[in-house]
């Protein structure tokens, strides 16, 4: 189930976004203090070019899920905390969510190796369309559209 953020998830994905099995997954790095990560989370909510939903599973806050207007595309990413992770829960939210957001295309940036946030793209719809310069690291970035 989603639904709109509040302030008292804000811990919640401060906690799973630090995680490091996450964030080598996604080849994102964590956001370690808690004032610039809240900072980020206010500028985004905010913001009304920016679509922002938890993602609730069992009464719990078990992740995030959005979409915000980037280069010239609207992009979407989520996160989902790590003891929810094998459960079908970021399939089922971003099926959901894309119900919610009207906008197409929508595009997803995937680095090569997170067969998981492939396979959620794939299962929904998402297909590749190429692939980003290689990161400085190496690691190349797919890109994914919708419609
Ligand atoms: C990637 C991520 C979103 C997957 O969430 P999830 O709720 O576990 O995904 P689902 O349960 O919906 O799984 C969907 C499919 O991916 C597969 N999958 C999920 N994680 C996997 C992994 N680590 N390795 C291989 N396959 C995986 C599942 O088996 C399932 O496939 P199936 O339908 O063929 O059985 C979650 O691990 C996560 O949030 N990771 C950290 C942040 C991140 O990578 N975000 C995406 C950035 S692009």
Redesign the pocket.
Known sequence: MLRDVVETDLPIFFEQQLDPE?TR??A?PAREKWTDFLAHWRKILGDPACCKQTIVWNEQVA?NIGSWPQEGRRLI????G?E?????????ALAEFLGQESARPLH????SH????I??LE?CGFVRIGGAPAAPDGVDEYLYRLG
């Open positions: 996450s997954m996604a994102f992740g990413a989520y996160w989902i790590r929810y992770w094998g459960r079908g829960i970021a399939t089922a997803a940036f995937v680095i997170n067969v998981g946030s396979r959620v299962k």
